[in-house]
């Protein structure tokens, strides 16, 4: 797990306030006087949230998103929000972990549902593609078990397939790859990977029509 502060220094243009501070003075300092900090671009104040929190982001969002590479981009993702909006955390409101964890949780339940939603649009019909799958609501209190029986229901079919069309889906569903960076990963040709993806999503559209037609109803 490679947990390193993101870089922020550069694509901030206002002005860092050179504050110097000690390590003992920050790590005194709470959660909340820590994030008042980043109204004035304190950098010192952010790797000290970063350092104290980076692995609730990561285990919370790794819990969701199944994929430690994807987790630990978000983690820099998440934090670099933190860094940019300090004002979207309200301190009358709750407290910082309680917020965090909820933005982080949030954060990565989207980014599962856009896989999902990609997935079954490919597996789709073209007419079945004309459709728009509405978004939910991100505090369903089923979604837990709706992503596991979806994770589930989909190995098992893929499960089939040949291995070179098992191998490229998953890069593109579990993976969040694009089909360029899959051909570059496996060193294979973009129409190669363009047409293992295709057959392979015809066989997982036949697997899978039952369920799509039941979860349609």
């Given at each position: 797990?490679?947990?390193?502060a993101?870089?922020?220094?550069?694509?901030?243009?206002?002005?860092?306030?050179?504050?110097?501070p000690?390590?003992?003075?920050?790590?005194?300092?709470?959660?909340?006087?820590?994030?008042?900090?980043?109204?004035?671009?304190?950098?010192?104040?952010?790797?000290?949230l970063?350092?104290?929190?980076?692995?609730?982001?990561?285990?919370?969002?790794?819990?969701?998103?199944?994929?430690?590479?994807?987790?630990?981009?978000?983690?820099?993702?998440?934090?670099?929000?933190?860094?940019?909006?300090?004002?979207?955390?309200?301190?009358?409101?709750?407290?910082?972990?309680t917020?965090?964890?909820?933005?982080?949780?949030?954060?990565?339940?989207?980014e599962?549902?856009s896989?999902?939603?990609?997935?079954?649009?490919e597996?789709?019909?073209?007419?079945?593609?004309?459709?728009?799958?509405?978004?939910?609501?991100?505090?369903?209190?089923?979604?837990?078990?709706?992503?596991?029986?979806?994770?589930?229901?989909?190995?098992?079919?893929?499960?089939?397939?040949?291995?070179?069309?098992?191998?490229?889906?998953?890069?593109?569903?579990?993976?969040?790859?694009?089909?360029?960076?899959?051909?570059?990963?496996?060193s294979?040709?973009?129409?190669?990977?363009?047409?293992?993806?295709?057959l392979?999503?015809?066989?997982?559209?036949?697997?899978?029509?039952?369920?799509?037609?039941?979860?349609?109803?």
């Amino acid at each position: 797990m490679n947990l390193a502060a993101p870089r922020i220094a550069d694509e901030s243009s206002q002005r860092m306030t050179d504050v110097s501070p000690t390590d003992e003075i920050y790590k005194g300092l709470d959660d909340e006087a820590l994030m008042q900090r980043l109204f004035v671009r304190d950098l010192d104040a952010f790797r000290t949230l970063y350092a104290r929190y980076s692995t609730l982001v990561y285990s919370t969002c790794l819990r969701v998103v199944r994929d430690t590479q994807i987790a630990e981009d978000m983690v820099q993702e998440i934090f670099l929000r933190v860094w940019r909006k300090p004002e979207s955390f309200a301190a009358d409101r709750g407290r910082f972990t309680t917020w965090l964890t909820s933005v982080s949780r949030n954060r990565a339940v989207d980014e599962v549902r856009s896989r999902n939603r990609r997935f079954r649009h490919e597996a789709a019909s073209p007419e079945e593609q004309e459709r728009e799958f509405p978004d939910d609501d991100a505090n369903d209190p089923a979604l837990t078990a709706e992503l596991s029986d979806q994770r589930r229901m989909i190995l098992t079919a893929m499960a089939d397939l040949p291995a070179d069309q098992r191998d490229v889906i998953n890069l593109a569903y579990f993976g969040g790859l694009t089909q360029q960076e899959i051909s570059d990963r496996l060193s294979q040709p973009l129409g190669t990977v363009k047409t293992r993806i295709r057959l392979g999503m015809q066989k997982l559209r036949v697997a899978l029509m039952p369920q799509l037609k039941l979860e349609g109803k």
